[in-house]
């Protein structure tokens, strides 16, 4: 299981910006997927996830209303749209895979249970 991450950037604030996460070795509609974020000095947080057959959907406060996760099983590819960009979003984005399916809850994203994850993708957000 390979998983990429791009998309990327440096964007003004208020700007949108959509990463995207293309996977190979597995169907992403069989597996949960899950959207992390890592900023200078600060521990790695989960923003977002899907559990595996969509039941389950969680924004964290910091991306509610501006952030919407979505895939297109086509491409076998996840995409995190990000809207109104914020300074505090500036971050190293992950995207990892949950093979065992039990990362995303209600509560929030279990970074323990992801399994594959990608390298990550900056994003810079700077006036």
């Known amino acids: 299981v390979q998983v990429v991450e791009s998309g990327g950037g440096l964007v003004q604030p208020g700007s949108s910006l959509t990463l995207s996460c293309a996977a190979s070795g597995y169907t992403v509609r069989y597996y949960g997927i899950g959207w992390f974020r890592q900023a200078p000095g600060k521990d790695r947080e989960g923003i977002s996830c899907v559990s595996s057959g969509g039941g389950v959907t969680y924004y964290a406060d910091s991306g509610k209303g501006r952030f919407t996760i979505s895939r297109d099983s086509a491409k076998n590819t996840w995409y995190l749209q990000m809207n109104s960009l914020k300074l505090d979003d500036a971050a190293v984005y992950y995207c990892?895979?949950?093979?065992?399916?039990?990362?995303?809850?209600?509560?929030?994203?279990?970074?323990?249970?992801?399994?594959?994850w990608g390298q990550g993708t900056q994003v810079t957000v700077s006036s």
């Open positions: 990892a895979v949950d093979i065992k399916r039990y990362g995303c809850t209600k509560e929030g994203a279990r970074m323990w249970e992801y399994d594959y």
